[in-house]
């Protein structure tokens, strides 16, 4: 079987940049979605932006797999920082993915997804390795700095980014309340980071037997502390990264 990488960014300009590379580029629109499909250092691709939340990362990935016959996924995104040591411009790359705000309580023991029995899904060990190693050759911060434009590095104080590699946790809300942030971090020790597709992304795959990375940059720290100005932090530093990393991915 051919094999054809899926690559999903939660953002409009990631996709974008990523799109641009694409050699005999074609798009095709379905589901309010523009699949871009082509090759990139002559490997098959299609590329498309995940949209915002669960569902809509559900089907975007499902069309992937059960239309363009993806048999690789790559997600890259922004998520907020849960552990106190992450810094916005770290990058994360999930271990392991949980839906926090899955609750079927009583019948179900809190996080668990119903009629699978798991409350984490793992990511595939063999991409996360793959991720692990292209991002930290990236990461000597002389290349990282060459990433990004002087200004924006300093406007946002990225300085030195750290890979890191770590359970994930996705539910429909952005975390901004202290106090939100706080009980989740109770309740899900583990969790280094917060977004809001990934873990449903990780359930589609797990379901067709798709293997999946998904990486993630620190755009907040999920509270009252983000100072970020967040379109900017994604046109000038998360996209340059998921550019990066996708590049990377392909010439591997
Ligand atoms: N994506 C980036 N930052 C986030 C946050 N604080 N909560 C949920 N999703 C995010």
């Known amino acids: 079987m051919d094999s054809i990488l899926g690559i999903m ?5 990631e996709i974008k940049g990523i799109a641009d590379l694409l050699e005999n580029r074609k798009e095709v629109v379905l589901g309010q979605r523009t699949y871009y499909t082509g090759t990139l250092k002559g490997k098959p ?5 995940s949209r915002w939340g669960k569902v809509a990362a559900a089907t975007t990935v499902t069309t992937l797999i059960l239309r363009f016959g993806i048999t690789e996924l790559l997600f890259t995104g922004v998520a907020g920082g849960f552990h106190p040591e992450l810094k916005i411009g770290d990058v994360v790359i999930a271990s392991r993915l949980i839906q926090h705000d899955m609750d079927s309580r009583p019948i179900l023991p809190r996080f668990e997804i119903p009629l699978e029995g798991i409350s984490f899904f793992e990511a595939d060990s063999r991409l996360v390795q793959k991720a692990e190693r292209l991002l930290k050759e990236r990461t000597v911060p002389s290349v990282f700095h060459s990433w ?6 300093h406007a946002f104080n990225v300085q030195a980014p750290i890979v890191w590699v770590g359970d994930i946790a996705s539910g429909d ?3 901004a309340d202290p106090d939100d942030k706080a009980e989740l971090q109770r309740l899900l020790p583990s969790v280094i980071c917060v977004e809001m597709e990934g873990a449903a992304v990780a359930q589609v795959c797990y379901e067709y037997k798709i293997p999946y ?9 999920a509270d009252h502390n983000s100072p ?13 990264y998921s550019l990066e990393i996708v590049k990377s991915w392909v010439e591997d």
């Open 228 to 240: 970020v100005d967040f379109p900017s932090f994604i046109r000038h530093v998360a996209s340059r």
């Open 173 to 175: 809300r952005f975390i």
């Open 9 to 13: 960014g939660a953002m409009p300009e």
């Open 213 to 221: 990375a998904v990486i993630r940059t620190i755009s907040d720290t």
């Open 148 to 153: 990004l434009d002087e200004e924006y590095r």
């Open 45 to 49: 691709v299609v590329v498309v932006f």
